[in-house]
T-cell receptor, first 113, second 117 residues
């Protein structure tokens, strides 16, 4: 069964600093990988996705993620965070032929001035 | 494009009553819709997958007689929580995808907060 691990439950970053949120997945075949952001009481917004091709994926709001097969990772990065980036971030995985999304437990991002 | 709406956004009901939540794809045809449940400060757990015109497929541990799902059209799926109890209080989120277009991406609704008194 596929699984997703987000080892960091809560991260605090200063505004303007760089950010990296970790995501590791467990699945035998080539995964489809996603990062979603959720503001309090809201649904999920897709930041970026990886299906195939270039392993460095650019997303919305200045986010990017890099797929590293050897490390089974898909870490999310942003060079300079803004106060509006404070939210919950979820990594998710599915694969061709299996439409179900499996979510990680999420990482809560707090931004301090 | 690819907008999914949910109605209502929040609902409070008495224990023992039934509550219906609607999920609509506004600008695309959703061949498949998904229903998730999210407890406070936790991740999303898939409850069921529904394909238009067929019965929903429920995840292990989800009571199909309690959580009735109907996907009667390509733009609407409903989740009915029957005989609701306080432990059913949660945030319910739907998502939709359009397999015809070849997309594997799921588009999420804004969620419905259910509180059972």
């Amino acid at each position: 069964a596929q699984s997703v691990t987000q080892p960091d439950i809560h991260i605090t970053v200063s505004e303007g600093a760089s950010l990296e949120l970790r995501c590791n997945y467990s699945y035998g075949a080539t995964p489809y990988l996603f990062w979603y952001v959720q503001s309090p009481g809201q649904g999920l917004q897709l930041l970026l996705k990886y299906f195939s091709g270039d392993t460095l994926v650019q997303g919305i709001k200045g986010f990017e993620a890099e797929f590293k097969r050897s490390q089974s990772s898909f870490n999310l990065r942003k060079p300079s965070v803004h106060w509006s980036d404070a939210a919950e971030y979820f990594c998710a995985v599915s694969n061709f032929g299996n439409e179900k999304l499996t979510f990680g437990t999420g990482t809560r991002l707090t931004i301090i001035p | 494009g690819a907008v999914v709406s949910q109605h209502p956004s929040w609902v409070i009901c008495k224990s023992g009553t039934s509550v219906k939540i609607e999920c609509r794809s506004l600008d695309f045809q959703a061949t498949t819709m998904f229903w998730y449940r999210q407890f406070p400060k936790q991740s999303l757990m898939l409850m069921a997958t529904s394909n238009e015109g067929s019965k929903a497929t429920y995840e292990q541990g989800v009571e199909k007689d309690k959580f009735l799902i109907n996907h009667a059209s390509l733009t609407l799926s409903t989740l009915t929580v029957t005989s609701a109890h306080p432990e059913d209080s949660s945030f319910y989120i739907c998502s939709a995808r359009d397999l015809v277009s070849g997309g594997y991406e799921q588009f999420f609704g804004p969620g419905t907060r259910l509180t059972v008194l």
